[in-house]
């Protein structure tokens, strides 16, 4: 008798009793609801793509590769090609993200390796983070009353200078795809700076411990254990970096100068995807915004492909850090 | 509680004291959208017809002419407004048929900076054809120079800023770049986005706003925009060379002149590409509001027809002012005959 009554105290009291039908309703029901918004975001994602697929596939089958290799955009005469557009889309997010990577760690191993007392380092943290919350257009205008100005003497003397190398070999007469890519690397900083930031915090404190213990130095602890440890974080926030640049519109609308060539020169005007999309759209006739919508889903293509190949170095790196 | 019942007494005022006045049923509700060029100035008259008019309020939207032409076509808007007026394929869609107005007028302006800021700078008309065609590249080339006598010039770059989005400020322009220049006609071409120069010194902005700041932004810069902007944003503007050989100067009786010496065919859609008269300025244009001739509400039509002959009386008054030309009296009469088949 005894034993029983204990038994049922404990059952009203404990924690650990059988789930009652309450709990079942909201497990079950919990359950379905992430499984319905993951499922929602794939028809998502398959009804962008199933409109923009329809609307450009007159686009896709009358100009057909030939789209994506020639460089005059004559909507009077009907000629499209996105090749400058593909080129500058890609160099200037290389160009974003070698400036904005290699600062976006370096403020990463700034903030989180004790090189600051912990709220002074929060302070800077949150400044950072503000950059992300700037608009596009602000960045745009800053650009082109602040940036354009500062580099205009600096492009002057490299292309008195060094003009013999391509990188330097024009003017910079105003917008132009070296404004253009400093103001991108200055976006995609908060990106890549806070998600390395949270890489390198997750790695154990005793592994730093451990290699100061072996009688490294401070840098030695950072660029040899500390770094490779956090790669596939610090890597994967160089990705999204590079995808947000892919993507940025209207700043580069504004800075890029809008001119379909092609040029090594980091001094002569460019044009990107996104820009083309962005300031053709609004007035685009019904040929048009069958072009555009090819070029849409060409910069659907580009993104996807550079997830991939990101995914695959990671992965590639996390086996060989592993074995 | 005793604040709560207070607030709510007080709002119970307000809505008794307001309500009579402008009940549900007597508002007309106008929407419209297009031009973003004649944005400033259409503003500014639907404003004061609201103020006048109790019972009409209007809504417009600049989304650029194309858009507002599409917006027209899916019937989503009461009225839009255009600078490329429409085209045959695009009436003919339209059930019952379109009404177009020419409600005002636009000079476009080449806006430039050069060093030591020569003020009013003549250019003639092969030297502004050759810039934008990137033949002339230099401010101190020996033509600018032959025009500007005593106008020191320096030896910079020319850079040339034209619109990046496609626009109708880019369709008149080219229109009238392809009545002067046969190179132009058929090498660039006519339209909203053309296959300009491809070179180093042909920068692309985006809307008016994007031409004017980058013009300001770099040395040795030319451009064409809007007289408006290019006035509210106080840029230096060029004197044009006319067909008859004079230098005009824009905001002055250059555009009315330009726009009288068009004859207005009977769908009122005229194109100013190369006005003759003397005194005109080369690069003008009307815009047009569009209208429906069927539309589904007497009302809305009726309200229409008061917003039009206010734009045609009080609005003309302010337009000059505001950087746009006034319609010359002539056809003021043609349109305010015409604003009666809206229905």
């Known amino acids: ?323 | 509680m005793k604040r709560l019942a207070l607030s709510l007494v007080a709002i119970t005022l307000v809505v008794a004291v307001t309500a009579p006045s402008t009940s549900a049923q007597d508002t007309v509700r106008l929407t419209g959208s297009g031009a973003t060029f004649p944005f400033p100035l259409y503003a500014a008259w639907f404003k004061a017809f609201s103020a006048k008019n109790k019972t009409i309020t209007v809504d417009y939207q600049g989304k650029g002419s194309g858009a507002g032409i599409r917006d027209f076509m899916n019937r989503t808007v009461d009225f839009a407004a255009s600078d490329a007026a429409m085209t045959d394929e695009e009436i003919s869609k339209v059930n019952g048929g379109v009404l177009l107005l020419p409600m005002t007028g636009g000079e476009i302006v080449l806006a430039y900076n050069v060093p030591g800021n020569p003020k009013n700078l003549k250019l003639p008309r092969d030297v502004y054809t050759a810039i934008f065609l990137g033949k002339i590249t230099k401010w101190s080339d020996p033509k600018i120079k032959a025009a500007n006598p005593g106008v020191s010039l320096p030896d910079q770059d020319i850079t040339v800023v034209r619109r990046a989005d496609s626009s109708g400020t880019t369709f008149v322009f080219t229109t009238h770049l392809a009545a002067v220049s046969e190179e132009w006609a058929k090498g660039p071409g006519v339209g909203t986005t053309v296959n300009w120069p491809k070179s180093d010194k042909f920068v692309a902005s985006p809307k008016n706003d994007g031409v004017s700041a980058t013009i300001k932004q770099t040395p040795g810069a030319i451009g064409y925009l809007e007289y408006a902007f290019a006035k509210f944003a106080k840029l230096d503007t060029a004197l044009v060379q006319n067909r008859a050989g004079h230098y005009v100067a824009p905001g002055g009786e250059g555009g009315p002149a330009a726009l009288g010496s068009v004859k207005l065919p009977p769908d009122l859609r005229a194109w100013v590409s190369d006005p003759t008269d003397a005194k005109a300025y080369p690069i003008a244009t009307y815009t047009w509001l569009l209208f429906y001739k069927e539309g589904k509400d007497p009302k809305k039509a009726a309200a229409m027809r008061d917003l039009v002959e206010f734009c045609l009386t009080e609005g003309q008054k302010t337009s000059a002012q505001m950087g746009y030309i006034p319609l010359p009296p002539s056809v003021v009469d043609v349109v305010r005959k015409a604003s009666a088949a809206i229905r």
């Not at chain 1, 028809?43 to 007159?58: C, F, N, R, T």
């Not at chain 1, 070296?178 to 790695?203: F, N």
């Not at chain 1, 990107?272 to 293509?301: D, I, Q, S």
């Open chain 1, 1 to 323: 008798m005894k034993t029983l009554d204990r038994e049922s105290a404990a059952s009203a009291s404990s924690v650990s009793g059988p789930p009652s039908s309450v709990e079942y309703v909201v497990d079950r029901g919990f359950r379905f609801l992430a499984r319905l918004g993951v499922w929602l975001v794939l028809v998502l994602l398959g009804m962008i793509l199933w409109e923009i697929g329809g609307k450009g596939w007159a686009g896709v089958r009358d100009y057909g590769l030939g789209f994506l290799t020639s460089s005059t955009w004559d909507v009077g005469r009907g000629q499209f090609g996105i090749l400058p557009h593909i080129w500058g889309t890609l160099v200037s997010s290389l160009l974003a993200l070698a400036i904005g990577g290699f600062f976006g760690v370096a403020m990463a191993i700034f903030l989180t390796q004790d090189f600051l007392a912990p709220r002074l380092a929060q302070i800077f943290r949150t400044v950072v983070e503000l950059l992300a919350a700037i608009p596009s257009v602000v960045y745009g205008l800053w650009g082109l009353f602040f940036v354009v100005p500062a580099i205009r003497p600096v492009a002057a003397w490299l292309h008195a200078k060094l003009g013999w190398i391509p990188f330097f070999g024009s003017t910079l007469s105003g917008p132009g795809m070296a404004p253009a890519a400093l103001v991108l690397a200055i976006m995609i900083l908060p990106t890549v700076a806070a998600i390395s930031q949270d890489a390198l915090r997750l790695v154990p404190y005793k592994i730093k411990e451990a290699a100061y213990g072996m009688g490294t130095t401070r840098w030695e602890a950072i660029l040899k254990v500390m770094l490779p440890t956090a790669s596939t974080g610090i890597f994967g926030s160089l990705v999204l970096g590079f995808g947000r640049a892919l993507g940025e519109t209207m700043a580069l609308a504004m800075l890029i100068g809008n001119s379909n060539q092609i040029s090594l020169s980091f001094f002569s005007p460019a044009n990107t995807l996104a820009a083309l999309l962005a300031l053709n759209f609004p007035e685009a006739g019904k040929r048009e915004v069958e072009v555009l919508m090819y070029a849409t889903l060409v910069l659907l293509a580009i993104t996807l492909a550079v997830n991939m190949v990101g995914e695959g170095i990671m992965r590639l790196a996390s086996r060989k850090a592993r074995a």
